[in-house]
């Protein structure tokens, strides 16, 4: 798995533990709930926009990879 991967899959896992953790708080009151959920959808734009730049420098990555290895093989 390349680091891009591992650090997208890791990106993933700690979003769905905030999510986990956001769902078990709260009162009865839900005092502060807003401000927690308000956060974690700043964090799930912000890894979307990275997420799709992270995609896109993965697919440029490996064209340039494959152009280098055909100039390599002539």
């Given at each position: 798995?390349?680091?891009?991967?591992?650090?997208?899959?890791?990106?993933?896992?700690?979003?769905?533990?905030?999510?986990?953790?956001?769902?078990?708080?709260?009162?009865?009151?839900?005092?502060?709930?807003?401000?927690?959920?308000?956060?974690?959808?700043a964090?799930?734009?912000?890894y979307?926009?990275?997420?799709?730049?992270?995609?896109?420098?993965?697919?440029?990555?490996?064209?340039?990879?494959?152009?280098?290895?055909l100039?390599?093989?002539?």
């Open positions: 798995m390349s680091r891009l991967a591992t650090a997208r899959d890791r990106l993933d896992k700690a979003v769905a533990r905030l999510e986990a953790a956001l769902d078990g708080l709260g009162g009865p009151d839900g005092a502060g709930d807003a401000a927690l959920k308000a956060e974690l959808a964090v799930k734009r912000d979307a926009a990275l997420a799709k730049t992270a995609t896109e420098v993965d697919g440029r990555l490996q064209r340039t990879i494959g152009r280098l290895e100039v390599l093989e002539n």
